[in-house]
């Protein structure tokens, strides 16, 4: 039988979402693994906020943490229950890896909570096999987005390559005359959890030339031209899903006829 204790504590993990739902998070932790599936894929991913106390499933997250780090957090606390993983869900939610910051391994038993299979989500990509369907006209200048994690110049598996991949197959049947691909990175200094963040002026360039290059080897032929920006550059983007910070770093791709 659960103790007393334990009963409030669990009433006030699933009370903490209804209440905090939509609420913007952003902070600094070692990620925790929770081995919810014997050693497999389908474990959770759990971050602390040091500040309240609360523990999170991070487990949403289009980049997987790496234990051996830590994390920089951004999310937005989801009404979805904790049961799966055991905490508060963070959905949308973004967990870069800062890899100067060291952080000791830690791994949690399932504890009978039984994780979440995997599975694909909205955001996937076809096989190259399989034909896409043609984007319908009229075909007039447009903007495209990718996005990466804090510091760091990779394109994200599954995250762009679904957003490239939607970008190509659009400017394939538009034909513009050239793309503008414009870099950005987030380099105005700001303090999270007692660690201050600032990315580097040249990640924007970094960051444009990967996509770039990218563009070209998927759509041979066609004009590219880089550019970059620094400093604070906020996108309504909804690919962005409403994550300022992952707004910030990211990379344009501008068609124009």
Same mark, same amino acid.
């Given at each position: 039988?659960?103790?007393?204790?334990?009963?409030?504590?669990?009433? /006030?993990?699933? /009370?903490?979402? /209804? @209440?905090?739902?939509? +609420?913007?998070?952003?902070?600094?932790?070692?990620?925790?693994?929770?081995?919810?599936?014997?050693?497999?894929?389908?474990?959770?991913?759990?971050?602390?906020?040091?500040?309240?106390?609360?523990?999170?499933?991070?487990?949403?997250?289009?980049?997987?943490?790496?234990?051996?780090?830590?994390?920089?957090?951004?999310?937005?606390?989801?009404?979805? =229950?904790?049961?799966?993983?055991?905490?508060?869900?963070?959905?949308?939610?973004?967990?870069?890896?800062?890899?100067? !910051?060291?952080?000791?391994?830690? #791994?949690?038993?399932?504890?009978?909570?039984?994780?979440?299979?995997?599975?694909?989500?909205?955001?996937?990509?076809? =096989?190259?096999?399989? =034909?896409?369907?043609?984007?319908?006209?009229?075909?007039?200048?447009?903007?495209?987005?990718?996005?990466?994690?804090?510091?760091?110049?990779?394109?994200?598996?599954?995250?762009?390559?679904?957003?490239?991949?939607?970008?190509?197959?659009? !400017? +394939?049947?538009? +034909?513009?005359?050239?793309?503008?691909?414009?870099?950005?990175?987030?380099?105005?200094?700001?303090?999270?959890?007692?660690? #201050?963040? /600032?990315?580097?002026?040249?990640?924007?360039?970094?960051?444009?030339?990967? !996509?770039?290059?990218?563009?070209?080897?998927?759509?041979?032929?066609?004009?590219?031209?880089?550019?970059? +920006?620094?400093?604070?550059?906020?996108?309504?983007?909804?690919?962005?899903?409403?994550?300022?910070? @992952?707004?910030?770093?990211?990379?344009?791709?501008?068609?124009?006829?």
């Amino acid at each position: 039988m659960k103790s007393l204790a334990t009963l409030v504590a669990l009433g /006030a993990s699933l /009370a903490s979402p /209804a @209440q905090d739902t939509g +609420k913007l998070l952003r902070f600094v932790t070692c990620p925790v693994y929770r081995d919810t599936d014997d050693g497999r894929k389908s474990g959770c991913w759990l971050a602390s906020d040091r500040e309240t106390g609360k523990r999170y499933d991070v487990s949403w997250s289009p980049y997987k943490p790496d234990w051996n780090y830590a994390i920089l957090v951004e999310g937005r606390v989801s009404d979805e =229950p904790p049961a799966p993983c055991g905490d508060t869900v963070l959905r949308p939610v973004r967990t870069s890896r800062l890899y100067g !910051i060291p952080c000791t391994r830690h #791994m949690l038993p399932a504890e009978g909570f039984p994780g979440r299979r995997y599975k694909l989500q909205g955001r996937y990509i076809d =096989p190259i096999s399989v =034909p896409r369907e043609t984007p319908p006209g009229p075909y007039t200048e447009r903007t495209f987005n990718a996005y990466f994690e804090y510091g760091n110049d990779f394109l994200i598996y599954q995250y762009d390559d679904y957003l490239l991949d939607r970008a190509t197959t659009w !400017i +394939k049947a538009a +034909k513009p005359g050239k793309l503008i691909v414009t870099g950005f990175a987030a380099t105005d200094p700001v303090e999270v959890s007692g660690v #201050m963040l /600032a990315e580097p002026a040249d990640l924007a360039r970094q960051r444009a030339e990967t !996509i770039a290059e990218t563009l070209r080897r998927l759509v041979p032929g066609i004009r590219v031209e880089t550019r970059w +920006k620094a400093g604070t550059s906020p996108s309504d983007d909804p690919d962005a899903d409403t994550i300022p910070g @992952q707004a910030e770093r990211r990379v344009e791709i501008r068609a124009v006829f």
